[in-house]
Nanobody
Framework: QVQLVESGGGLVQPGGSLRLSCAAS????????MSWYRQGPGKERELVAS????????NYADSVKGRFTISRDNAKNTVYLQMNSLKPEDTDVYYC?????????WGQGTQVTVAS
């Protein structure tokens, strides 16, 4: 079965950096685009970044452009989100998502807190 396991969240000061990882299993990882989303209390889940199956095409929410970088390692079945210049408003639970055979699969999420 499809499994997505995020890691790398934590508490960081404003201006700091974190790298999130999402380890995937149960499907042919290299064949599918992957995405990172985030959601805070009382907010809708929003798309942060996506990457094509080969890693060549990426897209970002305007709020994170120039600060976040999505990448993937198909040999390791892992997608990453490098987050730099973090702001308090980036505080959220971050989820990775795969759409496999028209079904959305989500990880359990990892908490990112940006505070001094």
């Amino acid at each position: 079965q499809v499994q997505l396991v995020e890691s790398g969240g934590g508490l960081v000061q404003p201006g700091g950096s974190l790298r999130l990882s999402c380890a995937a299993s149960g499907f042919t990882f290299s064949a599918y685009a992957m995405s990172w989303y985030r959601q805070g209390p009382g907010k809708e889940r929003e798309l942060v970044a996506s990457v094509s199956s080969t890693g060549r095409i990426t897209n970002y929410a305007d709020s994170v452009k120039g600060r976040f970088t999505i990448s993937r390692d198909n040999a390791k079945n892992t997608v990453y989100l490098q987050m730099n210049s973090l702001k308090p408003e980036d505080t959220d639970v971050y989820y990775c998502k795969a759409n496999v055979a028209r079904v959305d699969y989500w990880g359990q999420g990892t908490q990112v807190t940006v505070a001094s």
